[in-house]
């Protein structure tokens, strides 16, 4: 469908909405610009036209386009100057009060089959197609910032939005350049409700102190192939930003556990340690750099003891070539010796319980993290139990270093980093999925787009296994007892019959 919007509105002149209209220029559209701050919708313009000239710098566009897409723009001093737009986007202060005065406002000035489009969020879109005498041409419009970077566009409908005017905001998207995904009037929408799983899953792993906010970050990322590790994710946006929005969405959601925010976060949120912009979060930044730890040497071992493989260790058959490949003397008896490292790869159990179940030795045993093969990651971890002596954890790392793979070592209070993270990534995703708040399809693109991940969280499910995942999960919540691990029901059943998680049932 065409979306017929010739002249386009944008209330509010920040960095998302001077992103919004230089983009619905670009989309060829009039764009009239409008702020309640005298002087800042022309700012906003003399920004923009400084951006498309820097374009032409680059090669971009020539000076006849930069020119062509400057007479597009308009600043305004009222909100009556906005009279004849086929649509107006709001990209004001997140309040609902606010908002929904605007749209009141501006439905008086504006044609009644005028579309009115928020940027909001978080707020409810029925709520404010409750403000305006039309809602049914009312509906969310989600961006991301930099709006010009981020390619995907959350498009919105209210309970009483009409369809077609979703399909017009869905075009005009595809116009900008962009990608359009709808979500049903949920918390988070799409975007912002997948990502609680990593931040506060990273969170919680803190919490219990199984490895601190560098040595998480160095895990995910070389393991799972994220760009950023999630406190270095959280110190860029910026915890002022990013606790309120898992406070909303815990509370909108009626404190449902799994998206329970950490009073880590909270502290630092209170005390002004929000990240970059503050010059201190969970990293100290210097000139804009984070000042990390160097990693922990590789222990220096006279002599490697003999290697016994747990017979049910995830990926067994993997495990037992990397240890003849790494050289070491491995044992093949029904136990092991008296004098051997005990290896275990458990998937949701901890070190400790998978000693005790099985009656190995404590001392001696040490776990190995195996959801991902280990030729797909650029570091291997280990973890102890409180009982593993500190020569068999300096055997194991000394001897999954021989290679020169980096070896992170945690502590056993409650599973693997990559395993909970991931884990959580996926159930969450599947629960989405099962509330039909989008389609699997629209998720997979709104999370690799929206946040940047390596796979969409369904294909990470399919990558490493539907089942593994599963069993974590199960083991997680039968250990812990936390209703956070609770299986989402569209993965346990597609992961019960080998099917897709992206498989949507006809």
Same mark, same amino acid.
């Given at each position: 469908?065409?979306?017929?919007?010739?002249?386009?509105?944008?209330?509010?002149?920040?960095?998302?909405?001077?992103?919004?209209?230089?983009?619905?220029?670009?989309?060829?559209?009039?764009?009239?610009?409008?702020?309640?701050?005298?002087?800042?919708?022309?700012?906003?313009?003399?920004?923009?036209?400084?951006?498309?000239?820097?374009?032409?710098?680059?090669?971009?566009?020539?000076?006849?386009?930069?020119?062509?897409?400057?007479?597009?723009?308009?600043?305004?001093?009222?909100?009556?100057?906005?009279?004849?737009?086929?649509?107006?986007?709001?990209?004001?202060?997140?309040?609902?009060?606010?908002?929904?005065?605007?749209?009141?406002?501006?439905?008086?000035?504006?044609?009644?089959? /005028?579309?009115?489009?928020?940027?909001?969020?978080?707020?409810?879109?029925?709520?404010?197609?409750?403000?305006?005498?039309?809602?049914?041409?009312?509906?969310?419009?989600?961006?991301?910032?930099?709006? =010009?970077?981020?390619?995907?566009?959350?498009?919105?409908?209210?309970?009483?939005?009409?369809?077609?005017?979703?399909?017009?905001?869905?075009?005009?998207?595809?116009?900008?350049?962009?990608?359009?995904?709808?979500?049903?009037?949920?918390?988070?929408?799409?975007?912002?409700?997948?990502?609680?799983?990593?931040?506060?899953?990273?969170?919680?792993?803190?919490?219990?102190?199984?490895?601190?906010?560098?040595?998480?970050?160095?895990?995910?990322?070389?393991?799972?192939?994220?760009?950023?590790?999630?406190?270095?994710?959280?110190?860029?946006?910026?915890?002022?930003?990013?606790?309120?929005?898992?406070?909303?969405?815990?509370?909108?959601?009626?404190?449902?556990?799994?998206?329970?925010?950490?009073?880590?976060?909270?502290?630092?949120?209170?005390?002004?340690?929000?990240?970059?912009?503050?010059?201190?979060?969970?990293?100290?930044?210097?000139?804009?750099?984070?000042?990390?730890?160097?990693?922990?040497?590789?222990?220096?071992?006279?002599?490697? =003891?003999?290697?016994?493989?747990?017979?049910? /260790?995830?990926?067994?058959?993997?495990?037992?070539?990397?240890?003849?490949?790494?050289?070491?003397?491995?044992?093949?008896?029904?136990?092991?010796?008296?004098?051997?490292?005990?290896?275990?790869?458990?998937?949701?159990?901890?070190?400790?319980?998978?000693?005790?179940?099985?009656?190995?030795?404590?001392?001696?045993?040490?776990?190995?993290?195996?959801?991902?093969?280990?030729?797909?990651?650029?570091?291997?971890?280990? /973890?102890?139990?409180?009982?593993?002596?500190?020569?068999?954890?300096?055997?194991?790392?000394?001897?999954?270093?021989?290679?020169?793979?980096?070896?992170?070592?945690?502590?056993?209070?409650?599973?693997?980093?990559?395993?909970?993270?991931?884990?959580?990534?996926?159930?969450?995703?599947?629960?989405?999925?099962?509330?039909?708040?989008?389609?699997?399809?629209?998720?997979?693109?709104?999370?690799?787009?929206?946040?940047?991940?390596?796979?969409?969280?369904?294909?990470?499910?399919?990558?490493?296994?539907?089942?593994?995942?599963?069993?974590?999960?199960?083991?997680?919540?039968?250990?812990?007892?936390?209703?956070?691990?609770?299986?989402?029901?569209?993965?346990?059943?597609?992961?019960?019959?080998?099917?897709?998680?992206?498989?949507?049932?006809?």
């Amino acid at each position: 469908m065409e979306h017929n919007f010739l002249t386009v509105a944008v209330i509010g002149t920040g960095a998302m909405g001077r992103g919004i209209a230089q983009m619905a220029a670009q989309a060829g559209c009039q764009v009239r610009l409008f702020d309640q701050q005298a002087g800042a919708a022309d700012a906003a313009r003399q920004y923009i036209q400084g951006q498309w000239e820097r374009l032409r710098d680059k090669g971009k566009l020539d000076s006849a386009q930069v020119e062509g897409l400057s007479g597009k723009l308009q600043g305004v001093d009222a909100l009556e100057g906005l009279a004849g737009c086929d649509i107006a986007i709001e990209a004001i202060v997140e309040r609902l009060d606010a908002k929904r005065q605007l749209f009141a406002t501006l439905e008086t000035l504006l044609a009644p089959d /005028a579309v009115l489009a928020s940027n909001t969020s978080s707020l409810s879109i029925t709520a404010l197609g409750a403000g305006v005498q039309r809602p049914e041409r009312l509906a969310g419009l989600h961006f991301f910032n930099p709006v =010009p970077l981020m390619k995907v566009v959350e498009v919105i409908p209210g309970l009483r939005t009409n369809p077609q005017v979703c399909q017009r905001l869905a075009a005009l998207v595809r116009a900008m350049g962009h990608t359009p995904v709808q979500a049903h009037d949920t918390p988070g929408f799409i975007v912002n409700h997948a990502g609680r799983a990593y931040n506060t899953e990273a969170l919680r792993i803190v919490s219990e102190g199984i490895a601190d906010f560098a040595t998480i970050d160095r895990i995910l990322r070389d393991q799972v192939g994220f760009r950023l590790g999630p406190f270095e994710l959280m110190d860029l946006t910026g915890l002022d930003v990013s606790h309120p929005v898992m406070e909303s969405i815990y509370h909108q959601y009626y404190e449902e556990p799994r998206y329970r925010p950490s009073a880590i976060a909270a502290q630092r949120v209170a005390g002004g340690i929000v990240g970059r912009k503050t010059g201190t979060g969970f990293y100290r930044y210097t000139n804009n750099q984070a000042e990390v730890s160097p990693e922990p040497a590789t222990p220096r071992v006279a002599e490697i =003891p003999p290697v016994w493989v747990s017979p049910r /260790a995830a990926r067994r058959a993997e495990l037992l070539q990397l240890l003849k490949d790494l050289g070491a003397r491995i044992e093949t008896g029904a136990s092991p010796s008296p004098q051997a490292l005990t290896l275990v790869a458990p998937l949701g159990f901890d070190v400790t319980t998978v000693a005790v179940v099985d009656r190995h030795d404590p001392a001696r045993t040490v776990g190995i993290d195996l959801l991902v093969e280990d030729a797909a990651t650029r570091r291997r971890v280990l /973890a102890t139990n409180p009982a593993t002596r500190l020569d068999m954890r300096d055997a194991a790392h000394a001897l999954f270093a021989r290679d020169g793979k980096p070896v992170s070592v945690i502590r056993d209070s409650g599973g693997f980093v990559t395993q909970r993270v991931v884990a959580s990534i996926v159930n969450l995703a599947s629960d989405i999925c099962q509330q039909g708040i989008c389609t699997p399809a629209d998720l997979e693109t709104a999370v690799t787009l929206g946040l940047g991940y390596p796979l969409g969280p369904l294909a990470m499910g399919d990558r490493w296994g539907g089942a593994s995942i599963l069993e974590v999960l199960f083991n997680m919540q039968t250990v812990y007892g936390d209703p956070r691990y609770r299986p989402s029901p569209w993965l346990r059943r597609r992961a019960a019959i080998g099917l897709s998680l992206k498989h949507e049932e006809a």
